[in-house]
């Protein structure tokens, strides 16, 4: 798979996650997908991300930043969204916050197979100290 193809590739995963078209979740993501060493498999990587489409209604993926070197795929995602109650163990309780996920994506057989992913925990803490001081 060339550059162009898996970058072609990986926007539509992302516009499948945006759009949370679960049944096609498929055509992206290998039947024995990992994330952050733990395989999970296809059933789990989904149940995963409907959870976080649950936990953050207004959940929306932007592609911030994006290179490849196949069969790897390294992307900056931007959030900004309102999770409705503690995200990542801190309290943000329906607060609008925004950080950035970088995440590394090795693909077989033409889908996403392991997933190695950090969230920006501290942009997080850092908005979340700045609103008890304003007292948002």
């Keep these: ?76 995602l931007g959030f900004h969204c309102t999770p409705r109650a503690t995200f990542l163990g801190l309290p943000v309780n329906g607060g609008k916050v925004s950080f950035a996920e970088n995440v590394f994506y090795s693909f077989r057989d033409g889908k996403i197979w392991q997933v190695l992913s950090i969230i920006d925990k501290a942009a997080i803490e850092g908005q979340l100290s700045g609103m008890s001081d304003t007292g948002e």
């Design 1 to 76: 798979m060339t550059k162009d193809e898996l970058c072609a590739l990986y926007r539509g995963y992302i516009d499948c996650l945006n759009r949370q078209d679960w049944p096609s979740l498929g055509q992206f993501v290998h039947k024995d997908a990992s994330h952050n060493g733990r395989s999970i498999g296809l059933s789990g990587y989904r149940a995963m991300l409907e959870k976080d489409f649950d936990d953050i209604p207004d959940l929306y993926f932007s592609i911030d930043m994006l290179a490849a070197d196949p069969p790897v795929i390294a992307s900056r």
